[in-house]
């Protein structure tokens, strides 16, 4: 490995959305290839041309643009590569390696009826398959051909594959593989060929899903004269329900969790960690995964989503994050709840005390309207109820330290201090008033805190407006 440059691909078909099972098939080859200082490639598997559409490309480009997986080629469009194919396949049936099928498709399905009323495994006969001494009738009027590549009889296809071990699968198991259909259009296996020879991809880390692809494909590769590059197939992706993740099982898609709050480096770690370790570790940045990453020690069997283990990761990246940037990602959510940051504190600091018991961003910037609100209306009775008469004496004493004082947070705490021994009152019994008083609330984050950052003055006028009013 040392002496060739490592070569990975993510091929998605963007067929629908990407969900966390697809990108953690983009994480792993990513990984590997920045870890060995090699190339990542995005290959578009578009063929499938009902069902593939523009706007689900551009999903999976955001999304792996959003989890910071750089490329170092493509996009790469396998419609654009139609006349490579094309040449490919007339060189194989120039060759004698691939060979024109006349099966029509209801010869096709009367066979498989037959052999699985025998309870014989449905596959082609190979009757149009040209062999020494074999005589093939003249092609019937009315029938387009399908093209067939002659998979090689006997023996087996072996493999090392770095997460399943050997795995040996006899030619027999295997009929001869359509690799383009009547209209010539390739066929998904073949193309797969084509475009690892060409890349020269040295690795391929992809879902098991894939398994009874890769024999058919080490064979077509091997027909063309190429290397089979290394195998890594990955176990399933669960979701909590235990079910293959999916968008029919409520899988969400990367775009739900940007929209949702979660932080990108908490949903790499998190993928990271569904289906590859490192020893017991279960937070590491994106540097340390790719310094640590190794094919050795990808999960055997499948890994199952967790929602809150998600969660957990998401708050351990916002309560430990710089709280500027965490403030420049908050704040679009911000704006979209109508919140206007422009006026009022320094969202940064508004950010830094609220990051520690959040979530998602969007609880950040939630919190943040508090705020940002204006001073609030009360009737007397809701006042009477929530700053009682016999506060107003500790309050006016409150605001006179707070005059006296620098406004900042330790300067508010000595405040409150102050007025507590005077009034020999518990700490509840001063903030709940106070907090009410600004917000007609009584659930705030530390409020020498917020009372630094809404400022001395405004919080002066909230505190005896109340008084007054009562």
Request: aromatic share 8%; glycine share 6%.
């Given at each position: 490995?040392?002496?060739?440059?490592?070569?990975?691909?993510?091929?998605?078909?963007?067929?629908?959305?990407?969900?966390?099972?697809?990108?953690?098939?983009?994480?792993?080859?990513?990984?590997?290839?920045?870890?060995?200082?090699?190339?990542?490639?995005?290959?578009?598997?578009?063929?499938?041309?009902?069902?593939?559409?523009?706007?689900?490309?551009?999903?999976?480009?955001?999304?792996?643009?959003?989890?910071?997986?750089?490329?170092?080629?493509?996009?790469?469009?396998?419609?654009?590569?139609?006349?490579?194919?094309?040449?490919?396949?007339?060189?194989?049936?120039?060759?004698?390696?691939?060979?024109?099928?006349?099966?029509?498709?209801?010869?096709?399905?009367?066979l498989?009826?037959?052999?699985?009323?025998?309870?014989?495994?449905p596959?082609?006969?190979?009757?149009?398959?040209?062999?020494?001494?074999?005589?093939?009738?003249?092609?019937?009027?009315?029938?387009?051909?399908?093209?067939?590549?002659?998979?090689?009889?006997?023996?087996?296809?072996?493999?090392?594959?770095?997460?399943?071990?050997q795995?040996?699968?006899?030619?027999?198991?295997?009929?001869?593989?359509?690799?383009?259909?009547?209209?010539?259009?390739?066929?998904?296996?073949?193309?797969?060929?084509?475009?690892?020879?060409?890349?020269?991809?040295?690795?391929?880390?992809?879902?098991?899903?894939?398994?009874?692809?890769?024999?058919?494909?080490?064979?077509?590769?091997k027909?063309l004269?190429?290397?089979?590059?290394?195998?890594?197939?990955?176990?399933?992706?669960?979701?909590?329900?235990?079910?293959?993740?999916?968008?029919?099982?409520?899988?969400?898609?990367?775009?739900?969790?940007?929209?949702?709050?979660?932080?990108p480096?908490?949903?790499?770690?998190?993928?990271?960690?569904?289906?590859?370790?490192?020893?017991?570790?279960?937070?590491?940045?994106?540097?340390?995964?790719v310094?640590?990453?190794?094919?050795?020690?990808?999960?055997?069997?499948?890994?199952?989503?967790?929602?809150?283990?998600?969660?957990?990761?998401?708050?351990?990246?916002?309560?430990?994050?710089?709280?500027?940037?965490?403030?420049?990602?908050?704040?679009?959510?911000?704006?979209?709840?109508?919140?206007?940051?422009?006026?009022?504190?320094?969202?940064?600091?508004?950010?830094?005390?609220?990051?520690?018991?959040?979530?998602?961003?969007?609880?950040?910037?939630?919190?943040?309207?508090?705020?940002?609100?204006?001073?609030?209306?009360?009737?007397?009775?809701?006042?009477?109820?929530?700053?009682?008469?016999?506060?107003?004496?500790?309050?006016?004493?409150?605001?006179?330290?707070?005059?006296?004082?620098?406004?900042?947070?330790?300067?508010?705490?000595?405040?409150?201090?102050?007025?507590?021994?005077k009034?020999?009152?518990?700490m509840?019994?001063?903030?709940?008033?106070?907090?009410?008083?600004?917000?007609?609330?009584?659930?705030?984050?530390?409020?020498?805190?917020?009372?630094?950052?809404?400022?001395?003055?405004?919080?002066?006028?909230?505190?005896q407006?109340?008084?007054?009013?009562?």
């Amino acid at each position: 490995m040392a002496s060739m440059t490592v070569r990975t691909r993510f091929a998605p078909s963007p067929t629908g959305f990407i969900h966390l099972g697809n990108l953690r098939s983009a994480l792993y080859p990513w990984a590997f290839a920045r870890k060995m200082k090699g190339d990542f490639i995005l290959r578009i598997e578009d063929t499938d041309q009902e069902r593939s559409s523009q706007e689900a490309v551009d999903v999976i480009i955001e999304g792996m643009r959003w989890l910071g997986l750089d490329i170092d080629e493509g996009p790469i469009y396998q419609m654009q590569r139609m006349d490579r194919y094309r040449e490919v396949i007339a060189q194989m049936l120039k060759n004698g390696l691939a060979y024109y099928c006349y099966m029509s498709e209801e010869e096709l399905n009367a066979l498989r009826d037959a052999q699985m009323a025998n309870k014989e495994k449905p596959r082609y006969n190979g009757f149009w398959r040209p062999e020494t001494g074999k005589n093939l009738p003249a092609p019937p009027e009315g029938i387009k051909p399908v093209i067939r590549f002659k998979n090689p009889i006997g023996g087996s296809v072996i493999w090392q594959d770095a997460v399943k071990g050997q795995i040996e699968i006899s030619n027999d198991e295997l009929d001869d593989l359509v690799i383009a259909r009547p209209d010539g259009t390739p066929t998904y296996n073949f193309c797969v060929v084509v475009d690892d020879l060409d890349m020269k991809i040295t690795h391929v880390i992809r879902g098991d899903d894939h398994v009874n692809n890769t024999p058919r494909q080490i064979n077509i590769l091997k027909a063309l004269g190429g290397v089979s590059p290394i195998y890594a197939h990955l176990p399933t992706v669960l979701n909590d329900q235990g079910e293959k993740m999916s968008k029919r099982n409520g899988a969400m898609s990367v775009r739900d969790y940007e929209r949702e709050g979660y932080m990108p480096e908490a949903v790499l770690n998190y993928l990271a960690r569904l289906g590859w370790s490192h020893g017991d570790a279960e937070i590491f940045t994106k540097e340390q995964f790719v310094e640590w990453f190794d094919l050795d020690h990808l999960g055997k069997s499948p890994a199952q989503h967790n929602p809150e283990k998600l969660l957990w990761l998401n708050h351990h990246y916002l309560q430990h994050g710089d709280a500027a940037e965490i403030a420049k990602r908050a704040l679009p959510f911000a704006h979209n709840l109508g919140i206007k940051t422009e006026q009022g504190p320094d969202f940064v600091g508004v950010v830094n005390i609220l990051k520690d018991r959040a979530n998602t961003l969007i609880e950040i910037a939630e919190g943040a309207r508090l705020f940002y609100m204006d001073a609030p209306e009360f009737s007397a009775a809701d006042l009477e109820a929530n700053v009682p008469v016999a506060t107003h004496a500790p309050l006016a004493d409150f605001i006179t330290a707070l005059q006296a004082s620098d406004g900042s947070k330790a300067a508010v705490g000595a405040a409150f201090k102050e007025v507590l021994a005077k009034h020999g009152m518990k700490m509840p019994a001063l903030a709940m008033p106070v907090r009410y008083a600004m917000f007609a609330t009584t659930q705030t984050p530390a409020i020498d805190a917020v009372i630094s950052l809404i400022g001395k003055e405004e919080t002066i006028q909230r505190l005896q407006r109340s008084i007054k009013i009562s």
